[in-house]
């Protein structure tokens, strides 16, 4: 079960504005923000290349980005962006080199295959780096600037652990699984034809030992909840005992877990979760700061939207 307790691409986005007689694209600028002109095409490019950064999925983007939520977006990066200018804030090429690592093998990619990718999707590599290291960039403006004095002590650690107590409750599950890799060139196509033998009535042993790529080939696991990646835990929160997933996808390949049993263990001790806990509380904080500090530097700038 090696591949389920691993940590966890997006594409460029291009808006469709009129076009002239010689159909070439009319960029247009879309904000003002202090001494900063922002151009449509800043934006699509920023989203393009945040999104990518990222390595997430495109499609919400798709779905249920409007041009505005992009370009307020684009505004408060902007806004960071120059906070950091005048904190004389720089990010290391040896930094902006271990963060590409980092995407590199939490995507299983080698940097041929990334650069390939940036390429179908039309994204710049150097752009793509510029990404990276703006984002880099605004981390450190908002850890000096709204998580440095962010402090969680134990009092308010123990009170939310009293006061959770089912968070802190082990949860063990008999799962099967089937696990299609996505090394395969036939991945998608393979994993649909074993839920729709699924669908028609097939059992999920046998169906496993015919299409999974996992060496359990669908015998039951035990495996615990937390372990998980978030991928799978939340598809397990969708069922009940018998009942199986959709097709969940993931970085490694395209996975359906049938949950077979739930069992409930003894709490964690306080001492075990506090760390967790703590992690919890203080990214709850950082993220009310940083609202409160966008805020803050919206109202103390000019910033004129043109749509």
């Not at 469709?16 to 923000?33: G, L, Q």
């Not at 690592?101 to 590599?125: A, F, G, H």
């Not at 134990?154 to 409750?169: G, I, K, N, Q, T």
């Not at 696991?221 to 978030?230: D, G, N, Q, R």
């Amino acid at each position: 079960m090696n591949r389920l307790i691993l940590g966890t691409v997006a594409a460029a986005l291009l808006l469709a504005w009129p076009f002239p007689a010689r159909c070439e694209v009319v960029d247009r600028i879309v904000a003002i923000v202090n001494e900063d002109v922002v151009t449509l095409r800043e934006v699509e490019k920023y989203v393009a290349v945040e999104k990518k950064s990222r390595y997430s999925s495109m499609n919400e983007y798709l779905r249920n980005m409007a041009l505005r939520e992009k370009l307020d977006a684009f505004i408060e990066n902007l806004l960071i962006t120059q906070q950091a200018k005048k904190l004389k804030i720089e990010v290391a090429d040896k930094e902006l080199d271990g963060a590409v690592e980092d995407i590199r093998k939490r995507n299983m990619i080698s940097e041929s295959e990334m650069k390939e990718q940036l390429k179908l999707e039309k994204i710049d590599y150097k752009d793509f780096l510029e990404g990276i290291r703006l984002n880099l960039m605004r981390s450190h403006v908002l850890a000096r600037a709204v998580a440095q004095d962010v402090n969680i002590d134990d009092a308010a650690l123990r009170e939310y652990y009293d006061s959770h107590p089912r968070e802190f409750v082990e949860e063990e599950l008999r799962i099967q699984h089937i696990f299609v890799s996505g090394k395969r060139s036939d991945a998608a196509e393979r994993a649909r034809a074993a839920l729709t033998r699924l669908d028609d009535g097939q059992p999920f042993a046998d169906v496993a030992q015919e299409y999974s790529d996992e060496p359990s080939k669908g015998e039951a696991t035990s495996v615990k909840k937390e372990e998980l990646i978030p991928e799978l835990r939340a598809a397990l929160n969708l069922l009940i005992p018998g009942t199986y997933s959709h097709l969940v996808q993931t970085p490694y390949g395209y996975h359906i877990l049938k949950l077979v049993e739930t069992k409930q263990g003894e709490s964690q001790p306080f001492d075990d979760v506090k760390g967790k806990i703590k992690d919890g509380l203080f990214r709850k904080e950082s993220e009310r700061r940083y609202k409160e500090y966008v805020g803050k530097l919206k109202a103390a700038s000019y910033i004129e939207v043109k749509i």
